[in-house]
């Protein structure tokens, strides 16, 4: 994330009348997380004082008046008091789940394989124990044929069964491979959940900042403008 801070003028002047005023300040912001929060600040006094605070789509607002004027109420916006919402991309869940998808698929048919496996290990155990049968028995004209029938059959079920062990291997690498990338977007997924983490305790820290500084400097421009008022008011005096 970026944070950036920006500081308007401040301005001042003084008639010959003796009364003295400040032209004002505007606003300034504090930008986090690309712009998704946003502080603003501003005021004015003449013969009173007035300032402006929003945050979040809200503000307050206040005033101090001049020597020997009454206080105006202050108004709060209930709008501060909401909590910041930070948003988690939805793409990362969503290629989590496709990932968890072509998993299971990926298991399923690594199970398939490993039943037909079996099924043709059997197969393979019974046709031995009827060859061996067969050739106890002693050669004669049919049974030679039945043993070339036999034989071939033999062949080509362990034919298939080479073909399935090397799918077996395959899909076992291809198996290991969507696992690396599976740990590979958790790692990234909880480097983000740190950073965003990190960057909301920031902005924390950077809102009371503002809000110390902003307090400070109402403070002073009052008592600047109190004693304004007062030297303004001796000057009538002696002059």
């Not at 010959?16 to 997380?33: E, P, Q, V």
Request: aromatic share 8%; charged share 25%; net charge positive.
């Amino acid at each position: 994330g970026r944070s950036r801070i920006s500081y308007s003028s401040f301005s001042t002047s003084r008639g010959t009348g003796g009364s003295g005023r400040c032209g004002g300040f505007s606003s300034r912001s504090l930008h986090n997380l690309g712009g998704s929060g946003r502080i603003s600040m501003g005021g004015s006094y003449g013969g009173g004082y007035g300032c402006r605070i929003g945050g979040f789509g809200g503000g307050y607002g206040g005033g101090f008046g001049s020597i020997g004027g009454g206080i105006q109420p202050v108004q709060v916006d209930p709008t501060l008091l909401r909590p910041v919402h930070v948003d988690i991309d939805p793409q990362i869940q969503q290629v989590k789940c496709q990932e968890k998808e072509q998993i299971k698929t990926l298991n399923n048919q690594f199970a398939s394989f490993i039943d037909k496996v079996r099924f043709l290990e059997q197969q393979n155990k019974v046709l031995s124990t009827k060859w061996e049968l067969l050739q106890q028995q002693g050669p004669s004209g049919p049974r030679k044929n039945l043993d070339v029938i036999f034989e071939n059959y033999i062949q080509n079920l362990r034919r298939r069964l080479e073909s399935l062990l090397g799918q077996r291997g395959q899909l076992e690498s291809e198996l290991q491979n969507m696992r690396q990338y599976v740990e590979e977007y958790k790692t990234k997924y909880e480097e983000e959940i740190n950073r965003r983490t990190a960057a909301e305790n920031e902005f924390v820290v950077l809102k009371k900042d503002v809000d110390c500084a902003y307090m400070t400097k109402v403070e002073l421009e009052a008592k600047v403008g109190a004693l304004t008022d007062e030297i303004n008011f001796l000057r009538c005096i002696y002059e």
